[in-house]
């Protein structure tokens, strides 16, 4: 059944998109019917045929918008919006106004998200949503319901008996952001730069790191930056497996990790005066620096079993 793609599902099109796949692979890997893919590149892809992302968000927003403009009742009804906007106020709720102008609730509600919303603050609740007390947060869908759970994950990862099983994440920043991977049981760490948290940005540094192509395992959240963790598989050889939603206990070894990363740059830190040969120094001397959970020796040694410094 077609319905209509996200932001996330969007980034990750774009990039497949660009890779070449076709619609059929691309629905698969994002969950959704082919003709779904089929009518957003139709109706969203610029003129010569290229898709982007946020191209794509900005086209379907504005049609959206003047799509059943026609059938709205309060836009087409001068004199009854200026009513209902007179009878707005905090201590009379869309309801009782409904009641009076003889129309639902729903449609005021509707007006005001999509013409009027300098009018949220006369809302009883100033336009905020409550969840019900117990009540859980939709599930999501798209690329997410398709990944490899943590679950799945080979009980030797969790023993830390071997090198190549990594943990990924981001580093973000202004201008840019940061992309680390560690191994779980040397702590070895490696560090890119990239221009932005994208999956297509994302993926292109790491298909080309020959230490990622090396790699047994790589264990990452679900942030859209890894929508296309089958790309990634394709081109490192490695399994993919993703952490739950809001775990970050899940991924140890590179929260800890980012968390030393940040005391050299902290939160707000200007990632567009930062060189890749800046972060390949930085990740050089968290690599020779002994650990005391490595018995005082370093990641590097313990990576490469070997290190000029190494105990």
């Known amino acids: 059944m077609h319905h209509h793609i996200n932001r996330e599902q969007r980034a990750a099109l774009a990039a497949l998109h660009r890779s070449g796949s076709q619609n059929a692979e691309i629905a698969r890997m994002l969950g959704v019917d082919r003709s779904t893919i089929g009518r957003e590149l139709a109706r969203n892809s610029h003129e010569d045929g290229t898709?982007?992302?946020?191209?794509?968000?900005?086209?379907?927003?504005?049609?959206?918008?003047?799509?059943?403009?026609?059938?709205?009742?309060?836009?087409?009804?001068?004199?009854?919006?200026?009513?209902?906007?007179?009878?707005?106020?905090?201590?009379?709720?869309?309801?009782?106004?409904?009641?009076?102008?003889?129309?639902?609730?729903?449609?005021?509600?509707?007006?005001?998200?999509?013409?009027?919303?300098d009018l949220r603050n006369r809302l009883p609740r100033r336009g905020k949503k409550r969840r019900r007390y117990g009540a859980k947060r939709q599930t999501k869908q798209g690329w997410t319901r398709l990944v490899r759970p943590i679950d799945d994950r080979p009980t030797v990862v969790a023993k830390r008996t071997r090198?190549?099983?990594?943990?990924?994440?981001?580093?973000?920043?202004?201008?840019?952001?940061?992309?680390?991977?560690?191994?779980?049981?040397?702590?070895?760490?490696v560090l890119h730069k990239i221009p932005n948290e994208g999956c297509d940005a994302i993926h292109a540094v790491i298909k080309e790191d020959e230490r990622l192509k090396n790699a047994e395992t790589i264990t990452y959240d679900r942030g859209s930056g890894f929508a296309i963790w089958k790309m990634i598989e394709r081109d490192t050889g490695a399994v993919v497996y993703f952490a739950h939603p809001h775990a970050p206990w899940e991924r140890p070894t590179n929260e800890n990790s980012n968390e030393r990363v940040r005391r050299v740059y902290p939160k707000g830190s200007d990632f567009g005066m930062v060189s890749q040969e800046d972060l390949e120094e930085l990740a050089d001397f968290m690599n020779h620096t002994p650990r005391k959970c490595l018995g005082?020796?370093?990641?590097?040694?313990?990576?490469?079993?070997g290190c000029c410094i190494s105990n």
Do not use: M, Q
């Open 51 to 117: 898709y982007h992302a946020a191209h794509a968000r900005v086209l379907a927003r504005d049609r959206r918008k003047t799509s059943k403009h026609p059938a709205r009742f309060l836009e087409n009804d001068e004199s009854l919006a200026i009513l209902v906007e007179a009878l707005l106020h905090p201590l009379v709720s869309p309801e009782v106004i409904a009641e009076l102008v003889g129309t639902t609730h729903e449609t005021i509600y509707a007006w005001i998200d999509r013409s009027r919303p």
């Open 163 to 189: 090198i190549g099983d990594f943990e990924g994440d981001t580093v973000r920043g202004r201008n840019g952001a940061i992309l680390t991977h560690t191994d779980r049981t040397s702590r070895y760490e």
């Open 296 to 305: 005082w020796r370093t990641p590097c040694a313990r990576y490469e079993k």
